[in-house]
T-cell receptor, first 115, second 110 residues
Framework: GAVVSQHPSRVICKSGTSVKIECRSL??????MFWYRQFPKQSLMLMAT?????????EQGVEKDKFLINHASLTLSTLTVTSAHPEDSSFYIC???????????FGDGTRLSIL | KQEVTQIPAALSVPEGENLVLNCSFT??????LQWFRQDPGKGLTSLLL?????REQTSGRLNASLDKSSGRSTLYIAASQPGDSATYLC?????????FGEGTQLTVNP
């Protein structure tokens, strides 16, 4: 149980393109979803927390207009990297939890490469 | 602000050896602590979760302990195997926020 599906697993695109990443909880209702960014050989950094039906809460230093998050249902959250540039290249990972303080279940991540 | 530290950053051992990975955190008011495994280019796989009221959890060759008073957790791996090679992350949850350590990169040599 508690499976989180994230796709695409890898994206390569040109600078200026907007990229959407989906995160789905397959067998539970995710009241809260989280988006993380991971640089090579570093740990995960929380970008934002989203609750179903409400606006996402962004961490300090994360541009909300750059990283658009939508959590329209209890099983789906999307992260859109708008007008992506090479510095946005990174590994993005989502997670989902079925309640406050509950364990987070992680997707397999998306490798984003902007040329 | 909670800070989580993992020692060592990297560890290389021969197959069959027992080993301990360390995790420390600065704020003892945690909700739970988790140990994760991350393979290269992959997401996180949860290994063990210890609630704040518990002192340890076991799963197969893995045993995780939690000492809130000292702000420490350890992950013990018995009889290590080459397939155990991965990065191990600890993460503590305060409220709904999960804070990760930098990870320990483990290599088990055949």
């Amino acid at each position: 149980g508690a499976v989180v599906s994230q796709h695409p697993s890898r994206v390569i695109c040109k600078s200026g393109t907007s990229v959407k990443i989906e995160c789905r909880s397959l067998d539970f209702q995710a009241t809260t979803m989280f988006w993380y960014r991971q640089f090579p050989k570093q740990s995960l950094m929380l970008m934002a927390t989203s609750n179903e039906g409400s606006k996402a809460t962004y961490e300090q230093g994360v541009e909300k207009d750059k990283f658009l998050i939508n959590h329209a249902s209890l099983t789906l959250s999307t992260l859109t990297v708008t007008s992506a540039h090479p510095e946005d290249s990174s590994f993005y990972i989502c997670s989902a939890a079925d309640g406050p303080g509950q364990p987070q279940h992680f997707g397999d991540g998306t490798r984003l490469s902007i040329l | 602000k909670q800070e989580v530290t993992q020692i060592p950053a990297a560890l290389s051992v021969p197959e069959g050896e027992n080993l301990v990975l360390n995790c420390s955190f600065t704020d003892s008011a945690i909700y739970n602590l988790q140990w994760f495994r991350q393979d290269p280019g992959k997401g996180l796989t949860s290994l063990l979760l210890i609630q704040s009221s518990q002192r340890e959890q076991t799963s197969g060759r893995l045993n995780a302990s939690l000492d809130k008073s000292s702000g420490r957790s350890t992950l013990y791996i018995a009889a290590s195997q080459p397939g155990d090679s991965a990065t191990y992350l600890c993460g503590e949850t305060s409220g709904s926020r999960l804070t990760f350590g930098e990870g320990t990169q483990l290599t088990v040599n055949p």
